[in-house]
């Protein structure tokens, strides 16, 4: 799970998922980028870009289809599903305030510390994100 977590670290590449996200969602168009097009909306060298999409290739976020030289680039549904079912745990319950607090024992409830959990903000953004994604890809 730690490789997941390394890949969507990176910025480049988590713009490139919200690229592929967004073209797999717009009624016109078929899901999928060429490296040139992904080039051109990012503003970043060819080489770069496509280095960023073998790392999510091999990590199962994206997937390619060639067509004589040119590329063609899809983001892949499944392939945050182990992210998610990982963050869910952590984040909070419906019924549950937003910010994930440490449990004070002296506390009624076990939720009323006011120190946070180290990462709880980041788990609950990563979890949110995840979930979303999944919920879109599911969608489209």
């Known amino acids: ?19 592929l996200l967004r073209r797999r969602s717009e009624p016109i168009a078929s899901g999928d980028a060429s490296v040139s097009e992904l080039v051109a909306e ?25 067509k004589g030289q040119h590329r063609y680039y899809r983001i892949e549904p499944d392939g945050l599903a182990g ?7 952590f984040l909070p319950a419906e019924d549950e305030p937003a910010e994930l607090e440490a449990a004070d024992p002296s506390a ?25 994604l999944a919920f879109r890809l599911r969608r489209a």
């Open 1 to 19: 799970m730690a490789d997941i977590f390394a890949v969507v670290a990176d910025p480049t590449r988590r713009e490139l998922l919200g690229i």
């Open 42 to 66: 990012l503003a970043l060298s060819q080489p770069t870009v496509s280095k960023h999409l073998k790392v999510l290739r091999e990590a199962g976020l994206v997937t390619v289809r060639e």
């Open 83 to 89: 992210v998610g079912a990982w963050v869910a745990p």
């Open 108 to 132: 009624p409830s076990g939720f009323q510390s006011a120190a946070p959990v180290p990462g709880a903000r980041l788990a609950t953004a990563l979890g949110r994100l995840s979930a979303d």
